[in-house]
């Protein structure tokens, strides 16, 4: 979540708070103000394994194998994506412009290689 829709979730962010960034996929981020936060009393945080891993690889390999545990007994479940084949991408991309698609869609190139052969 990036860009205008991230600024409104935080300024509808209650006293006490807190806002975690997780991606910038719109690459639009925009600044949250200091005194927004500190008025508030709201908390920012990030969270990004990939771009500090390198920083505590003993402590993310120990987190990831907690995570991976998790899913292995069942505990933590991990939906599967929903596939559609490539001719829908447009129908897709607006989907996930209106924020309606899955929590995971994979366009699938299988009909365009069987069309192809």
Do not use: Y
Not at 57 to 65: F, G, V
């Amino acid at each position: 979540m990036g860009s205008q829709l991230r600024a409104t979730a935080f300024q509808r962010l209650a006293p006490f708070g807190r806002h975690v960034v997780l991606g910038d996929a719109s690459r639009d981020d925009r600044p949250f103000s200091g005194d927004e936060t500190w008025l508030a009393t709201r908390t920012v945080s990030g969270l990004s394994i990939g771009g500090v891993a390198h920083l505590r690889p003993a402590a993310c390999t120990k987190a990831l194998t907690a995570v991976i545990s998790l899913v292995a007994r069942g505990i933590l479940d991990e939906p599967l994506p929903a596939v559609e084949p490539l001719e829908n991408a447009g129908k897709v991309h607006e989907a996930l412009e209106n924020r309606t698609a899955p929590a995971k869609t994979v366009l699938s190139v299988l009909s365009v290689l069987s069309a192809a052969a």
